[in-house]
């Protein structure tokens, strides 16, 4: 009995609402920008002096009310998994190799990093 409490316990802990989509843009941005910044990210994203800053303004994830749209939510999601791979800690450099993966695996999550946000609408979450 003491076991099958303590699995409710902790199944209820790991539950609460997902992450607001501008939370989980800011999470994926934050991990491709720690230094040393990957040269696919570089390369192929081209962020200026401040990677982190760029990319947030760049794709308006920095709005609070930001909503994915093109990729959505669960592909954005999908392609995230391999910064993970690294750790769970949002400071966790993530493998270059992994990046790479990321790049080469989900051509619409770097177009959409890519794509400048349009001033009207600050909660395109694409282009």
Known sequence: MKRWTLLVALAAACTGPPAPDAAVCEDFI????IA??????????NPGADCEQ?????????????Q??????????????PLLRSGS?????????DVQDIFNNCGDLVIF?????????????GP
Do not use: E, M
Not at 39 to 44: A, F, L, R
Not at 54 to 66: E, M
């Open 30 to 33: 934050h991990r491709i920008c």
């Open 54 to 66: 760029d990319l947030l303004a760049r794709t308006g994830c920095s709005n609070p009310d930001f």
């Open 89 to 97: 800690s949002r400071d966790s450099a993530p493998n270059c190799d």
């Open 113 to 125: 990093f890519q794509t400048q946000v349009d001033a009207g609408s600050p909660t395109d979450g």
């Open 36 to 45: 040393p910044i990957c040269d696919t990210v570089n390369s192929t994203l």
């Open 68 to 81: 994915f749209t093109t990729p959505d939510r669960a592909r954005f999601l999908s392609c995230r998994l």
